[in-house]
């Protein structure tokens, strides 16, 4: 695993708001297949990592995914190179119906413009009806095919989250971002997305996960990285890292 | 290619309402279904509508006016709403699928009508007419090009200012727009060299171009390019990390919706023979906006129907068409606080009140 080319490699990334440096030279790498665990208190820079990595934040450093250096500062350059994010809070838009809001993220680009539309109608068609099949599959993936008419506003917290996961699957990524995916689920929602992850994973999905749900990492990583004030204290398999003094100190100080 | 869309309307599966309450009171299931089309059958929602039917209902509907609409008064009211029609489906692009609030609808108006009367000395007014959309559409796309990074209300500030001073430059630009004195003897609106002149075929003229640009923006609404476009106006950052191209896509939607705007500048300026300065104004900007809340943000119909009753409306009330912009106001207010979905969600907003009262 470690002589090949890592899918995603992170080389010191910064990124600084004013005075503040909230990610601190951050290096990771994310290899095929792998499940990655970002972990750290609240405020650690986890998710100023992964808004610099997808492009929504300035940063400073490299992003490579297969060996390919990706722009950094500009959204959606590396979702072409394959890796997709997913939001804290999820994002759907609660006026577009669930197939909807899965169809925009479809890799296939072509026809689907104004000019198209008024224009070159039979080829408009043949692409997009390509497009609903796949972004059915995705919503049948997570269990939302039966809501694929409702709009979005319908749905609950939990389902609005799967939904984001389906629109990230019909991107068809190789490396998928998930900023808290567990967070709001309850417990029998949580598990079942365990088991969706896993089973994702061992399609050869690569996930780099932030979470603090314990459990849940214990269940799915194969590897974490502890980040406290935008820096990396501990990597290492999750018992590895539960076992290092400096992570407890960091949760612990954390701690009310 | 309008044979595609019907043939797969006709596969019936999930009708979704238009509105959002009455699409989950339904609760239409897609479900799985390896019968219909190939593949699960499931398709999105709005190919469900039946709207290239409502289109040609409107069509028979334009048809028959002239019959109950005589006289040079009564269908220059018509043609009136026509007009504003067309500048409401403009904004309809720019306001209701892209989000951009914007006050420039007169200066692309203007634009276009200014255009269109210079050009059709060099080719007749078909030339005219179509310089004055793409002029206007250009127009439209280098302002928002120019204000690419301003925010909805800054937006809608700046074009506001853009409006103010597009209009003086038109004034002060005499050679061109005739400056105060305006144009005369504009050439009348013609198709293979036959002149239409007479109030009824100008109605027609003006309700034809209407009509074609509902049919584009049905076909616009009936592709991937609206539901990427709504979803940029919604998501912004979350649809760039997407993989969409937000930026030109705006421009795009912005451009289209000043084209129209140019479209019917070049038909008022072709129908009407004269055009000055005082042909446009920052009021125009202000009506079209109110015609697309009236009629509703959510259906290519809202803005045709928002234009023809806020043009009559002052017709039928003649006895207090004093108090126009009083009665402008007043339905304003009533349309956002008791019908948010505009005229066309009334319908919808009847049938769920009655399910509510049957419930209780």
């Known amino acids: 695993m470690s002589t090949a080319v890592p899918l995603l490699e992170c080389k010191r990334i910064s990124v600084r708001f004013g005075g503040v440096v909230a990610v601190d030279e951050v290096s990771l790498e994310v290899h095929p297949g792998e499940v990655l665990g970002l972990v750290g208190p609240n405020g650690s820079g986890k998710t100023t990592l992964l808004n610099a990595v997808s492009g929504l934040v300035r940063a400073r450093g490299e992003v490579l995914v297969d060996g390919k250096r990706v722009s950094l500062g500009r959204p959606g350059a590396i979702v072409r190179h394959g890796v997709f994010r997913t939001y804290q809070t999820p994002q759907v838009d609660r006026e577009l119906t669930c197939l909807e809001n899965v169809l925009v993220a479809s890799p296939d680009r072509a026809h689907r413009g104004a000019s198209s539309a008024f224009m070159l109608r039979p080829r408009m068609w043949a692409h997009d009806r390509a497009r609903w099949q796949e972004a059915a599959a995705a919503l049948n993936r997570v269990g939302l095919v039966a809501k694929a008419n409702v709009p979005a506003a319908g749905l609950s917290y939990g389902e609005q989250r799967h939904l984001e996961i389906a629109r990230a699957l019909h991107a068809q990524p190789e490396l998928l971002l998930m900023d808290e995916p567990a967070a709001g689920l309850n417990s029998t929602e949580s598990h079942r997305l365990v088991g969706l992850l896993r089973e994702l994973s061992a399609e050869g999905l690569s996930l780099l996960v932030i979470e603090h749900k314990i459990s849940f990492l214990e269940e799915l990583c194969d590897r974490i990285i502890v980040l406290e004030l935008g820096r990396q204290i501990a990597a290492g398999t999750p018992s590895e890292v539960w076992a290092n003094p400096a992570v407890m100190a960091a949760y612990l100080g954390e701690a009310k | ?360």
């Open chain 2, 1 to 360: 290619m309008s044979a595609t869309d019907s043939s797969a309307s006709a596969v019936q599966s999930t009708v979704g309402a238009p509105d959002v309450q009455s699409t989950l009171e339904a609760s239409p299931v897609g479900q799985v279904d390896d019968t219909r089309v190939a593949g699960t059958g499931i398709r999105p929602v709005i190919f469900a509508r039946h709207q290239f039917i409502s289109w040609g209902l409107a069509v028979v509907l334009v048809a028959i006016v002239p019959l109950f609409v005589h006289g040079l008064y009564g269908l220059g009211v018509a043609k009136t709403a026509g007009l504003f029609a067309i500048l409401s489906l403009g904004f309809y692009y720019q306001f209701a699928l892209s989000g951009q609030f914007s006050f420039a609808t007169t200066a692309f108006y203007a634009v276009g009508a200014y255009t269109s009367i210079w050009a059709s000395q060099y080719g007749g007014f078909l030339v005219g007419f179509l310089a004055g959309i793409v002029a206007a559409g250009l127009y439209a796309a280098v302002i928002k090009l120019a204000l690419r990074r301003s925010p909805l209300i800054q937006f809608g500030i700046a074009t506001l200012a853009v409006s103010a001073l597009s209009l003086i430059i038109l004034r002060e630009w005499e050679s061109f727009t005739g400056g105060g004195l305006g144009r005369y003897g504009v050439k009348p609106v013609s198709l293979f060299g036959y002149d239409l002149v007479t109030p009824t075929e100008q109605f027609y003229a003006v309700a034809a171009v209407a009509l074609i640009g509902i049919f584009l923006l049905i076909l616009f609404e009936r592709s991937p390019a609206q539901r990427d476009l709504v979803f940029v106006r919604d998501m912004a950052d979350v649809a760039r990390t997407t993989g969409l191209r937000s930026s030109p896509m705006l421009v795009v939607a912005f451009a289209l919706g000043g084209a129209y705007m140019g479209a019917a500048g070049s038909l008022l300026a072709h129908t009407a023979g004269f055009v000055d300065i005082t042909s446009f104004s920052i009021a125009i900007s202000l009506d079209v906006l109110l015609m697309v809340l009236l009629g509703g943000v959510r259906s290519v119909w809202g803005p045709p129907i928002g234009a023809v009753v806020l043009i009559l409306l002052p017709e039928w009330l003649r006895s207090i068409a004093d108090y126009k912009d009083l009665i402008y106001a007043g339905v304003i207010l009533l349309v956002v606080l008791v019908l948010p979905g505009g005229l066309v969600s009334l319908p919808h907003r009847i049938r769920g009140l009655r399910r509510a009262k049957a419930r209780s």
